[in-house]
């Protein structure tokens, strides 16, 4: 789907044909991780708040979901697997306190070994995505014209182009934005692209 798109019944088609895309494509335990990383992770999140923070396990999960959506990086995972759970505790604490300021948050995350601004962002958006979308390669392809650049400063370019397209109420809220094209490019370009379902009922706000 163009990122210019402007019709909503389109973005509203391509959010509702998400999961039904999401399982022929066969990677394996991605339907698995992709629940934890939409559903399970970001409950977990906010019943931790006011002082949210992720666990090592978690984020090693997280990371697995990121890798199995795209290239398989096994040193990044082993590098997440085997960070100190208080480390990863704190950083991530830090992390969501200093939201709303993006780069601030992605600051604090990426002292962790193994995680750089795409999986901060990860991090991030499962507790806020409208505030820190992820910075997935089909995100950043659509909205910026690059995904090879993952620093910090073309992530926060990123967020200023997915946040003012939110705020047109085309898509309503940034992570939708951010999974558009994810399947879309893996099946014919007559066929809606799909979108995440976010943790709460954006749809009720579409209709």
Known sequence: MDFTCSNVTLWQDALNSYETHIKTLNKPNLISLDNFYRKELPNLLHQRDPCPYITTPELSKLMQWK????????RLLDFVSSL????????SQKAFGSLPDVSKAVS???????V?????????????PDI???????????AVGNSKDYSLKQYLVFVEKVQAKAKIKVVVIACILCEAVFVGDLISP????????????YREILS
């Open 108 to 114: 604090e995350m990426v002292v962790l070994k193994g």
């Open 190 to 201: 007559q066929t809606y692209p799909v979108l995440q379902l976010p943790r709460f009922p």
């Open 132 to 142: 820190a979308p992820f910075m997935s390669d089909e995100a950043m392809l659509a």
């Open 116 to 128: 750089g601004p795409a999986t901060a962002s990860a991090v991030l958006a499962a507790y806020s």
């Open 67 to 74: 890798l199995t959506r795209g290239t398989w990086r096994p």
């Open 84 to 91: 100190n759970d208080d480390a990863v505790r704190a950083a």
